[in-house]
């Protein structure tokens, strides 16, 4: 008899310390903790596993899988098999179902409280709790079921905290939750984070309007990052018909709730689809009071521009300054800008040559809308080097960054680069004829893109060659 088996059988079949939900990880779990000594059972339990892994999770029932499970090993688990192990067996085992019933509600508790700090700040938890015998702990109460522990499983798959980082694994986990019957707070926010996965195609295939299925469940159930993130979707039209009106009032639901996110996103709004302009300050406002720096960045917007309110350098600069703090690399690279030109700051051109190192050593996702100021950033390093401002000049390091800007489109920096290799002051050590080729094809790259300067440079290149030819030609005809 194997009372752990037991334990998890009889739990499930009673609901006592479990969440509702049987998946086919769940029935490979019971399979593989079967004694080896009961190894036809245990056999034809995998034999189930190849039946029910042709089905998906969320349309087996509870009790049709657990019915199904059982059905198949009941020579094991039947009530009468339960009695011919005595009495005293039988009670100790449900003794022990009690006593790990009270343990793991505590657990799930817990597990509530840590997903609720998850949601609230973007999924990044405090790493210091995470310990080997807590994802040990975690991982078995996941197996068994309990879509908090699968939650939480998946936090630390999706930040590395304990395990190693595999957005795979914590998407899976995200699901396995997401798709449980039972309704509670766990659920809602599992489907939050796997309709946030499905939105970005983070270790699943981007599934939009997938996501808006499970972000619109937990949105009505009162889940608050879920009500912005479906705003989101809403507001853009992404995996579901755009609706201002949807959007916004979700928006305000989660905004009203205290989400920065939602403040933001109801900021912009009022500013781009309303023209509301002073009710998208205050939002903004509020958003950024909570260190949020898209508003932060969104305010220094607004105030560095002056076209739809009065124009604030000086606190351009300082919401630049506090969006830079709390991660935003878009505002660091506007405050390189603004201190370059000396808008808003005093002039300082070193510091200048920090910030836009700063921005172009991070790390950005290709279709992040962060890729502009990344580029940008480095062109300006480039030309930093080529004019000797900040730092002394290095056409070297200049051509470095202005390759690294151009192989991700920054059109100035094609233009400067192929003008460096056609004048021959980089890579010397290259024949002048595959340097001249090499210049050339970035001058038609950015030609491409709609450079006048490339397109001016290049046609002063061709006017030059054609009179070295030329030249050539009249001294051949001389010698002739």
Known sequence: FDRILFRRIYARSSNLGYKPGFTVAQHLNLACTMPRRLRGPRSKAIAVIAELESTPDESIPHSASLGRFVFRVDHILTPHRLAGLGQAAVALSLLMVVVLTAVRWRGIERDNEWAERYDWNGGKGANTLVG???VTRTRDSAISGDPAAQLQLGHYFRNGDGVEKDSVEATRLYRAAATSLDEGRAVQSARYWYGQMLVHGDGVEQNSELAAVHLERAATAGHVPAQ???????LHGTGVPANVDAAERWFRTAAEAGYPHAMSSLGDVYEFKRGDITTAVEWYQKAAE??????QFSLGLLYLAGDKVSPDHAEAARCFTLARANGDPRSAYNLGMMYRLGTGVTRDLPRAVELFHEVATSDVFPDSDRVGSHMNARYWL??????GEGVPKNLRH???WYALAARQGQTDAQFRLGR??????VDQTM????????GKAWLKKAIKQGSEDAKAFAKELEAAEQRALD???QGSGTAD
Do not use: P
Not at 420 to 425: A, D, I, K, R, S
Not at 431 to 438: A, N, P, T
């Open 420 to 425: 460096l290799y056609v004048l021959g002051e």
């Open 228 to 234: 912005w993130l479906l705003g989101e979707l809403l």
């Open 398 to 400: 200049a051509a470095k």
């Open 471 to 473: 030249k050539v030609q």
């Open 290 to 295: 909570q260190d949020f720096a898209e508003a």
């Open 382 to 387: 480039g030309h930093m080097y080529e004019a």
């Open 132 to 134: 080997a015998d807590t």
């Open 431 to 438: 024949e002048m004829d595959v340097r001249l080729q090499k």
